[in-house]
């Protein structure tokens, strides 16, 4: 983690020009510092990402937009972090919030069977009310006193997730973060879509990234490198586990994840069953009875 970034929770931190950060004050293991809550512009805003239903970072949004307008209120995604506030800052400002669908849009066929069955468990801070006033295409244009944003779907941490390019940077979420990787569950994560959201990313030439939780990254080529290195990492751990013996998801956790915190496991968990339903996908695995998260995973018969 870049310990030189420190902003304080309420207080607006100018990033660059036409860029202001308010942090939201809700720090915790998934969240590092808390969520970053962006304004873009100078005379007209642009609000990304308004964060948690809470009072005080509602009050402090207030301060840093000082009555000026706002145009849009864009969602790169539809978890309890970062979505909630959205509807009592679109009721001050009018401004439309803008999202490319419900906590359910995007889904992959394979994870909206699995949520159907009821095999994926998952749902981990999903914003189960959260329904946009406008919805956002992949790569469509949105223009203003502030510029072109282009709004690039980027499915993987949940199906709805947004990436917001502008000028020479790119607004990530939780998709890209320099302080950890992406949780993946399913049926809300999906890591075939992950990993071909990171690829898709390397085709956008930004120079910095601003995620949805701790500090820019200042050299987002290698930070994509590293995301798709370290979920390949895992899948060749996950396969020589199942090398060994037939597992399920929770023997493969316990057998790579040796090192994790305690209150981390159930996340290292759910990040080893995306794995398991991405290999399966592609013919690696097999499961049994079913693909599921109690099911016993064993590699393919060639």
Same mark, same amino acid.
């Not at 308010?22 to 970053?36: E, Q, Y």
């Not at 609000?47 to 239903?53: E, F, L, M, Q, S």
């Not at 980027?154 to 020479?168: E, K, S, V, Y």
């Given at each position: 983690?870049?310990?030189?970034?420190?902003?304080?929770?309420?207080?607006?931190?100018?990033?660059?020009?036409?860029?202001? +950060? *308010?942090?939201?004050?809700?720090?915790?293991?998934?969240?590092?510092?808390?969520?970053?809550?962006?304004?873009?512009?100078?005379?007209? #805003? *642009?609000?990304?990402?308004?964060?948690?239903?809470?009072?005080? $970072?509602?009050?402090?949004?207030?301060?840093?937009?000082?009555?000026?307008?706002?145009?849009?209120?864009?969602?790169? $995604?539809? $978890?309890?972090?970062?979505?909630?506030?959205?509807?009592?800052?679109?009721?001050?400002?009018?401004?439309? *919030?803008?999202?490319?669908?419900?906590?359910?849009?995007?889904?992959?066929?394979?994870?909206?069977? +699995?949520?159907?069955?009821? !095999? =994926?468990?998952?749902?981990?801070?999903?914003?189960?009310?959260?329904?946009?006033?406008?919805?956002?295409?992949?790569?469509?244009? !949105?223009?203003?006193? @502030?510029?072109?944003?282009?709004?690039?779907?980027?499915?993987?941490?949940?199906?709805?997730?947004?990436?917001?390019? @502008?000028?020479?940077?790119?607004?990530?979420?939780?998709?890209?973060?320099? @302080?950890?990787?992406? +949780?993946?569950?399913?049926?809300?994560?999906? !890591?075939?879509?992950?990993?071909?959201?990171?690829?898709?990313?390397?085709?956008?030439?930004?120079?910095?990234?601003?995620?949805?939780?701790?500090?820019?990254?200042?050299?987002?080529?290698?930070?994509?490198? @590293?995301?798709?290195?370290?979920?390949?990492?895992?899948?060749?751990?996950?396969?020589?586990?199942?090398?060994?013996?037939?597992?399920?998801?929770?023997?493969?956790?316990? !057998?790579?994840?040796?090192? *994790?915190?305690?209150?981390?496991?159930?996340?290292?968990?759910?990040?080893?069953? =995306? $794995? #398991?339903?991405? #290999?399966?996908?592609?013919?690696?695995? =097999?499961?049994?009875?079913?693909?599921?998260?109690?099911?016993?995973?064993?590699?393919?018969?060639?």
């Amino acid at each position: 983690m870049n310990t030189q970034f420190a902003p304080l929770a309420g207080q607006p931190l100018k990033l660059g020009d036409d860029v202001t +950060l *308010v942090l939201a004050p809700n720090p915790s293991p998934m969240t590092s510092l808390g969520t970053n809550t962006y304004l873009l512009g100078h005379q007209a #805003l *642009v609000v990304i990402d308004p964060g948690p239903a809470d009072p005080a $970072h509602l009050q402090a949004l207030e301060r840093a937009i000082a009555g000026r307008p706002v145009s849009h209120i864009l969602l790169t $995604h539809s $978890h309890l972090d970062h979505s909630p506030l959205a509807a009592a800052l679109s009721a001050r400002t009018k401004a439309p *919030v803008c999202a490319f669908g419900n906590s359910y849009a995007g889904r992959s066929k394979v994870m909206a069977e +699995l949520a159907q069955d009821g !095999l =994926a468990g998952g749902g981990e801070g999903i914003d189960p009310r959260f329904e946009p006033d406008q919805l956002l295409k992949d790569r469509q244009v !949105l223009s203003g006193d @502030w510029g072109q944003i282009t709004a690039i779907h980027t499915p993987g941490h949940i199906g709805n997730h947004l990436c917001f390019a @502008w000028r020479d940077v790119m607004f990530t979420g939780d998709h890209v973060m320099g @302080w950890a990787s992406s +949780l993946v569950s399913p049926p809300d994560g999906d !890591l075939s879509d992950f990993m071909a959201s990171c690829i898709r990313l390397k085709e956008h030439a930004a120079h910095l990234y601003y995620p949805g939780h701790g500090a820019p990254i200042t050299d987002p080529a290698a930070r994509l490198e @590293w995301l798709i290195t370290h979920r390949q990492s895992r899948e060749a751990q996950i396969l020589n586990a199942l090398a060994q013996r037939p597992q399920t998801p929770s023997d493969i956790t316990a !057998l790579i994840y040796h090192d *994790v915190a305690p209150g981390l496991i159930h996340a290292a968990e759910r990040n080893v069953f =995306a $794995h #398991l339903v991405d #290999l399966h996908q592609r013919g690696k695995v =097999a499961a049994k009875p079913r693909l599921g998260t109690t099911a016993t995973f064993a590699l393919a018969q060639p």
